[in-house]
């Protein structure tokens, strides 16, 4: 299976603040990953696939970069609405995984 | 817009069988998506458990994949899952979401359930 790897997994920030997230893989994966935000209780929303392309509905201060091992997300001015778990995952190769997730939380 | 609803026991003993449907609403199970199951213990990572599409083809999860079964149901526009054998570490909330192909090819999942907590416990 395809690791993630995903840094920092707890985030201490304050509105207004850009927040980068990383993650890496064991093996490259070209542009093959997506990132999700989970709020408690709630089920996780797609936010970018295909590294870099924005889903439909999200709001533009989302952003991701990268391809092969590295890759990004972007908050560029974090919102109250942004506090919550960030996941990324492959989807280069069977099975599917996920990092272990990053927790945004109010500084 | 496509919603999906988790339904089942909430409570399995162990060594029993885990049986989930995943009832889809606003869309047809035989459009050209996936249908996959993804689990999450409390308070830890999500885990992707196996996927079938509406002709019956499955993929699952080699680390589970003695114990899991996905089906589906055309005429009632639903996908199954059972699990079994279960133990404690199967405790977990269970999500049932879509997998879709972009124009370039690149997957996604689109559309989540809102998930369903299975406890396992006597």
């Known amino acids: 299976d395809i690791q993630l790897t995903q840094s920092p997994s707890f985030l201490s920030a304050s509105v207004g603040d850009r927040v980068t997230i990383t993650c890496r893989a064991s093996?490259?994966?070209?542009?093959?990953l997506a990132w999700y935000q989970q709020k408690p209780g709630k089920a996780p929303k797609l936010l970018i696939y295909?590294?870099?392309t924005l889903q439909s509905g999200v709001p533009s201060r989302f952003s991701g970069s990268g391809s092969g091992t590295e890759f990004t997300l972007t908050i560029s001015s974090l919102q109250p609405e942004d506090f919550a778990t960030y996941y990324c995952q492959q989807l280069n190769s069977y099975p599917p995984t996920f990092g272990q997730g990053t927790k945004v939380e109010i500084k | 817009q496509v919603q999906l609803q988790e339904s089942g026991p909430g409570l399995v003993k162990p060594s029993g069988t885990l049986s989930l449907t995943c009832a889809v609403s606003g869309g047809s199970i035989s459009s050209s998506n996936w249908w996959s199951w993804i689990r999450q213990p409390p308070g830890k990572g999500l885990e992707w458990i196996g996927e079938?599409?509406?002709?019956?083809?499955?993929n699952y999860n080699p680390s589970l994949k003695s114990r899991v079964t996905i089906s589906v149901d055309k005429s009632k526009n639903q996908f199954s899952l059972k699990l079994s054998s279960v133990t404690a570490a199967d405790t977990a909330v269970y999500y049932c979401?879509?997998?879709?192909?972009?124009?370039?090819?690149?997957?996604?999942?689109?559309?989540w359930g809102q998930g369903t907590l299975v406890t396992v416990s006597s």
């Open positions: 093996q490259g994966i070209s542009s093959y």
């Open positions: 979401a879509r997998r879709v192909y972009d124009s370039s090819g690149y997957s996604l999942f689109d559309y």
């Open positions: 295909a590294a870099s």
């Open positions: 079938i599409y509406h002709s019956g083809s499955t």
